[in-house]
C-alpha cells in the first residue's frame, strides 16, 4: 500500500516532459534545452530577480554544498514564482493576454543610489538590512498585446469530418466486436462457470475438445455455448473432423444460416437426434472455407 501510494506521488522527469512537449508540437518552440530554460526565461522577462530564477537551477550546479544552500535559501520565492506562474497560465486560458503578460517592478528598499565612479571612493557605512518588494504596476506596458492570439502549436486537422475506414480496418473492428461479445468468456471466467480449473480448460483447449478464439494479444476466449451439452457435442465432434483448422472458420461456420435448417444456423438447431446430420453439414463448410479463391483458380 505504501509502494503504490509512493509511485503515485513520485515526481515526473524534465526529459519526460520535454518529451511529451516535444509531442504535441512544441518543437523547436522551446527555449535551450527544454522547459526548465523555457520557464527560466519568461521569469527573467517578468521581471523576477536573477538571483530568484538562478537558484532554481541549483541542480546543475556541480558544488553540491552550494546547491543544497541555494535550495533551501530561497523556498519561499520559488513558491512565489511558481504561484505567479501559475495565475498567468490561468489568465491566459481565459484570453486575458495583457493582464496575463504584466511585468513586475522589482526595487530594493534601503539601499542608496551610488554611481558607478563614486562606488570605490564611498565611505563604508553601516545600513540596514535592504528589502526587495516586488509588485505588479498598474502604468507597465504588457508583455504581449491583446492582438497576438495564441496559436495552438499542433495544427488543426484539415477536414474535421472522419476519414473512411478501410475494408481491412472495418474487418478487423467487426471481428474484435465478435471477439467481445458476451458469449465469448475468458478462460478463467469460462472455467469458473463450468466448475473447472483453469489449469484443466486450458488443457483441454490444447488436446482439441474445447472451441477457443484468439485475437493479438488479447488472450483466449471460449463461448459459452460448451456449457450446453448439446452443442458441446456438436463443437467437440467438428474439431475432431477439423484438426488444424482455423477456430475462428469453425466459429463462423456453426453460426452459418443454412437452408437446409429455414436459414437457421447449426448451433441453434442442434439437438440430440439431427446431431450427425449437423456435424458433416459444419465440417464440409470449414473445409470449404479453407480453401482461398487463388487456390481454387491453381486446381
Avoid at 519526460?16 to 518552440?29: E, I
Avoid at 509588485?135 to 491583446?146: C, E, H, N, R, Y
Avoid at 476466449?221 to 458441446?232: E, F, G
Amino acid at each position: 500500500m505504501q509502494r503504490s501510494r509512493w509511485v503515485g506521488i513520485r515526481s515526473m522527469s524534465e526529459n519526460t516532459l520535454n518529451s511529451a512537449l516535444k509531442r504535441m508540437g512544441y518543437r523547436d518552440l522551446l527555449t535551450g534545452h527544454g522547459i526548465r530554460a523555457t520557464m527560466s526565461t519568461a521569469l527573467n522577462e517578468i521581471g523576477y530577480p536573477k538571483v530568484w530564477v538562478d537558484a532554481q537551477l541549483s541542480h546543475v550546479d556541480p558544488n553540491k554544498v552550494s546547491a543544497t544552500y541555494n535550495h533551501a535559501e530561497y523556498v519561499e520565492q520559488r513558491r512565489r514564482m511558481m504561484q505567479d506562474w501559475a495565475d498567468r497560465l490561468d489568465l491566459f486560458e481565459q484570453n486575458l493576454v495583457e493582464l496575463a503578460s504584466m511585468p513586475l517592478t522589482v526595487h530594493l528598499e534601503g539601499v542608496p543610489v551610488i554611481l558607478d565612479k563614486e562606488a570605490a571612493s564611498a565611505p563604508l557605512k553601516p545600513a540596514a538590512v535592504p528589502l526587495l518588494i516586488v509588485t505588479k504596476p498598474g502604468d507597465a506596458m504588457p508583455l504581449v498585446s491583446a492582438a497576438k492570439h495564441r496559436l495552438p502549436a499542433v495544427t488543426s486537422p484539415r477536414s474535421v469530418m472522419k476519414q473512411p475506414l478501410s475494408d481491412i480496418q472495418r474487418e478487423r473492428m467487426e471481428l474484435v466486436d465478435v471477439f467481445e461479445a458476451p458469449h465469448n468468456l475468458p478462460v478463467a471466467e469460462y472455467a469458473k462457470m463450468a466448475g473447472k480449473s483453469r489449469r484443466w480448460i486450458s488443457y483441454e483447449i490444447k488436446a482439441g475438445n474445447l472451441l477457443a478464439l484468439n485475437l493479438g494479444n488479447r488472450g483466449q476466449r471460449v463461448p459459452d455455448w460448451h456449457l450446453d451439452p448439446v452443442k458441446h457435442a456438436l463443437i467437440q465432434a467438428v474439431l475432431k473432423l477439423s484438426r488444424g483448422s482455423d477456430p475462428w472458420q469453425i466459429y463462423h461456420a456453426l453460426l452459418q444460416p443454412r437452408a437446409m435448417l429455414r436459414g437457421r444456423s447449426a448451433l441453434e438447431s442442434a439437438t440430440a437426434t439431427n446431431l450427425d446430420k449437423l456435424i458433416m453439414a459444419v465440417s464440409t463448410t470449414v473445409k470449404e472455407s479453407e480453401w482461398s479463391p487463388q487456390q481454387l483458380r491453381l486446381t
